[in-house]
T-cell receptor, first 113, second 114 residues
Framework: GENVEQHPSTLSVQEGDSAVIKCTYSDSASNYFPWYKQELGKRPQLIIDIRSNVGEKKDQRIAVTLNKTAKHFSLHITETQPEDSAVYFCAATYTNPGNQFYFGTGTSLTVIP | NAGVMQNPRHLVRRRGQEARLRCSPMKGHSHVYWYRQLPEEGLKFMVYLQKENIIDESGMPKERFSAEFPKEGPSILRIQQVVRGDSAAYFC????????????FGPGTRLLVL
């Protein structure tokens, strides 16, 4: 099955700086890569996703890049704000209806005001 | 459009009791997934169901755990004879049928076994 690794496990940045979280996956058949943000005690919420036919996707301050050859994808948050503080999870799957998502172990991001 | 709903939000059980967790998917969604999250860990897949069918239960322990998604009503994850190691947050997610769409998560049920 798929194996997703995520780094770093914790990340602290100053407000206004950028944050980068990296994930690698093992199964070359995976073609869908969502990112979830989970605040303490809350549900994971989708913040951005990317499919394997695209190399980069951006949504305001958030962007995701995908390198299929190297089998890694990254989340970039620019101009970080305190409300960006949360745990971020990457995931990978092959999009056949019903396939499970394979999650990374999470990155705890702290934005220091 | 109501999101994925789960209840109860918090559940306390003593060792040996049964825990029953409920999940109502988003309107129009027919795929339900259950994930378990241990403290400070990621989400681990347990089971995927469609109405009246278990499609993939490869992540669910063979003993004490069962899941169903009846024709009417919510999906239920049942844990019999709970042990302390079952203490975790259990999240349900749903997705629409027949499309390559993402999964949307419910608020979770936090199970504490005393």
């Amino acid at each position: 099955g798929e194996n997703v690794e995520q780094h770093p496990s914790t990340l602290s940045v100053q407000e206004g700086d950028s944050a980068v979280i990296k994930c690698t996956y093992s199964d070359s058949a995976s073609n869908y890569f969502p990112w979830y943000k989970q605040e303490l005690g809350k549900r994971p919420q989708l913040i951005i996703d990317i499919r394997s036919n695209v190399g980069e996707k951006k949504d305001q301050r958030i962007a995701v890049t995908l390198n299929k050859t190297a089998k890694h994808f990254s989340l970039h948050i620019t101009e970080t704000q305190p409300e960006d503080s949360a745990v971020y999870f990457c995931a990978a799957t092959y999009t056949n209806p019903g396939n499970q998502f394979y999650f990374g172990t999470g990155t705890s991001l702290t934005v220091i005001p | 459009n109501a999101g994925v709903m789960q209840n109860p939000r918090h559940l306390v059980r003593r060792r040996g009791q049964e825990a029953r967790l409920r999940c109502s998917p988003m309107k129009g969604h027919s795929h339900v997934y259950w994930y378990r999250q241990l403290p400070e860990e990621g989400l681990k897949f347990m089971v995927y169901l469609q109405k009246e069918n278990i499609i993939d239960e490869s992540g669910m322990p063979k003993e004490r755990f069962s899941a169903e998604f009846p024709k009417e009503g919510p999906s239920i994850l049942r844990i019999q004879q709970v042990v302390r190691g079952d203490s975790a947050a259990y999240f349900c997610a749903s997705s629409p049928p027949l499309t390559e769409e993402t999964q949307y998560f419910g608020p979770g049920t936090r199970l504490l076994v005393l």
